[in-house]
């Protein structure tokens, strides 16, 4: 079905098309994430049991297929390198010349070293978001996620050294309770919607679309939502499909992805209670001490890209699908990405 104002709307909220059936307009068919199935996932109750799941997942794939990694300064990333083969080509993102999270950055130095990688640098400026961008939106048939043209770029730079798959720790964070701020408390129903929509389409958009259905199938007869069972059924699909389009745009030979992370599953629930205590992702952070017992843990941390520098002297878009009214001192630099690739996908197909 096309529905172009749905379409919008849904890319606002949630950075993804949510709904299958939906198009911008003939003939643009937007991409779906390819999911690992439940079924064949290994059930895992402790650091070591994740330990030999890594293990054994790495052994079944780097006989057959070249491995790249992307490494950040993040222990997700970090405990899956711990498992790869010494002389692994590992990818690091360098933004502004190494001026931006250089912290981030001197980590991933750190744990390649450890475990005998072979750390590559992906610089990363505008140039690189206006280069890649147009391809991965047509590839997707819809605007992205500031993140995809970094991870297209990474893997442009990685098949040049003849990486023919690349591992990514993307499912880390929803099978461990990585998603700290998500999972802080029980929500209310109204409280959540707003926690989760990332650029409400009413102050962007002169013909909004509720995205209220999306929602209402997790409320609760308490005024609560079930966040945690969203979370796995809305909210996983727009991160997958992030990393599923880059690698897919940038022509991996194996696609789209490697992730052990996402190749696991808890045993036992999640205990949030620990995880609101602070202990977020506690099973991952006791494998990284396991991993790395002279680092201290580094705390959770988006993949950074460096948006608000990128958007500071943004006016805002200006085709007549947007209000006129816009005050861009009240967005993030996230939120006007949002709207400027929205503006760029609809310039370049209508």
């Not at 809305?234 to 499909?241: K, L, P, Q, R, Y």
Request: proline share 5%; with cysteine.
């Amino acid at each position: 079905m096309v529905d172009k104002n749905y379409c919008m709307s849904s890319y606002l909220t949630f950075r993804c098309i949510v709904k299958d059936d939906m198009e911008f307009a003939e003939g643009i068919h937007h991409a779906k994430d390819i999911s690992y199935p439940d079924d064949q996932k290994i059930a895992v109750t402790t650091a070591e049991d994740i330990a030999r799941a890594y293990k054994k997942l790495f052994e079944e794939k780097e006989n057959d297929v070249k491995l790249g990694v992307m490494l950040s300064g993040g222990m997700d990333s970090a405990c899956l390198a711990a498992f790869m083969k010494p002389g692994t080509d590992a990818y690091t993102f360098r933004f502004i010349g190494g001026a931006f999270r250089s912290d981030d950055m001197r980590r991933a130095e750190q744990f390649a070293e450890k475990y005998k990688l072979n750390l590559h640098y992906v610089d990363v400026n505008w140039d690189v978001c206006e280069r890649n961008v147009d391809i991965l939106m047509a590839k997707k048939g819809a605007p992205v996620h500031p993140i995809e043209p970094q991870v297209m770029e990474a893997a442009l730079q990685a098949q040049q050294d003849g990486v023919e798959m690349m591992v990514v720790a993307d499912g880390s964070d929803l099978v461990f309770g990585g998603m700290d701020k998500m999972l802080s408390r029980d929500w209310d129903y109204d409280e959540w919607i707003k926690f989760l929509t990332f650029l409400d389409p009413v102050k962007v958009l002169k013909e909004p679309v509720s995205m209220d259905h999306i929602f209402a199938p997790y409320k609760l007869p308490n005024g609560k939502i079930d966040y945690m069972r969203f979370m796995d059924e809305v909210f996983a699909h727009e991160s997958n499909g992030v990393f599923c389009n880059a690698f897919i745009t940038a022509g991996m030979k194996y696609t789209p992805y490697y992730d052990p992370s996402g190749m696991v599953k808890m045993a036992e629930p999640l205990d949030l209670r620990r995880v609101r205590n602070g202990e977020s992702k506690y099973l991952i952070r006791e494998l990284f001490k396991m991993c790395y017992p002279e680092f201290e843990i580094p705390e959770k941390v988006p993949m950074p890209r460096p948006v608000d520098y990128y958007f500071k002297d943004y006016k805002g878009p200006t085709r007549p699908e947007f209000r006129d009214d816009l005050d861009m001192s009240e967005f993030t630099g996230n939120q006007k990405w949002q709207m400027w690739c929205l503006e760029r996908f609809l310039n370049i197909y209508f």
